[in-house]
C-alpha cells in the first residue's frame, strides 16, 4: 500500500520546484503548474499557446563552387 500522505506533499511542489506529475492527480497537478508558472512570468501561460513572433530573413541556398561547399538556405532572426 502506498504512503499517500508522502506523495501528496511530494507533488505539491514549492516556489522554486515545479510540482511532481502524479498519474492518480493529474487534473490537480495541471492546475498547481499553471499557478507554478504564472509564478515565474504572469504571463508565461499566454507565450506558451501564442508565442512571441519572430521576424527572420531567407538566406537563399548558396550552390556548391569548385573552391566553396554549398550552403542550404535557412532562416536568420532579424535583429
Known amino acids: 500500500m ?5 506523495t501528496s506533499f511530494v507533488s505539491i511542489g514549492s516556489q522554486s520546484k515545479p510540482p511532481t506529475l502524479v498519474r492518480e492527480e493529474i487534473q490537480q497537478w495541471k492546475i498547481r ?5 504564472e509564478g515565474i512570468h504572469p504571463r508565461i501561460t499566454e ?4 508565442p512571441p513572433y519572430v521576424t527572420v530573413t531567407l538566406i537563399p541556398r548558396v550552390p556548391a563552387t569548385t573552391t566553396t561547399p554549398e550552403v ?3 532562416y536568420q532572426p532579424k535583429p
Open 2 to 6: 502506498k504512503n499517500l500522505s508522502n
Open 33 to 37: 503548474m499553471i499557478h507554478f508558472l
Open 47 to 50: 507565450f506558451l499557446h501564442n
Open 72 to 74: 542550404q538556405e535557412f
